[in-house]
């Protein structure tokens, strides 16, 4: 009896060790971590919302050269993929918000599909170590492929990549 009263204080620390522990890294194969964010215009988009589509989820900065030099392939992505079940979120992690991006795709030109994450919650919960870092999410909202720095997204191999994903149930 002696033996279960001493351990009872030792299990409820292991209980609240574990129920405080932070959330893992986002993972290939793994659940993708929900977030909501807003996006320029003021629409509220939760990615868990989007189940039935694959969702390309792109940590990006105004200020990053290797982001900056991806946005025109993102873009093209994005329009070859309009009507088809495919949705691409672009989160800033400018701190300067809504303001330093919308200055800087009226200098640039550019247009991404853009949701401010201004206090880095939505990467922190994906882990992220730097920008550009790209997410791959199924319609199911697993995790299919993570992609650190910056590449060309609109080439025909990925273009295919993506079409694939989509045409499975």
């Not at 303001?99 to 206090?119: C, H, M, N, Q």
Request: charged share 25%; glycine share 8%; net charge positive.
């Amino acid at each position: 009896m002696m033996k279960i009263a001493r351990m009872v204080p030792v299990l409820i620390l292991v209980a609240l060790l574990g129920c405080s522990r932070p959330q893992k890294p986002a993972v290939e194969g793994s659940p993708a971590p929900d977030f909501t964010l807003n996006t320029l215009n003021g629409e509220l988009v939760k990615l868990s919302d989007l189940k039935g589509q694959v969702v390309l989820v792109n940590f990006w900065a105004t200020w990053c050269p290797p982001c900056r030099e991806e946005i025109p392939s993102l873009m093209r992505l994005n329009a070859a993929m309009a009507g088809k079940p495919f949705r691409m979120l672009c989160v800033s992690i400018d701190e300067g918000g809504k303001v330093a991006i919308e200055e800087f795709f009226r200098k640039s030109g550019y247009s991404l599909p853009t949701l401010p994450d201004t206090d880095k919650r939505a990467g922190t919960l994906y882990g992220i170590t730097g920008v550009p870092e790209t997410f791959v999410i199924d319609k199911r909202g697993v995790i299919l492929k993570k992609v650190v720095g910056g590449m060309e997204w609109d080439r025909p191999d990925v273009v295919a990549y993506l079409t694939d994903i989509m045409n499975k149930p």
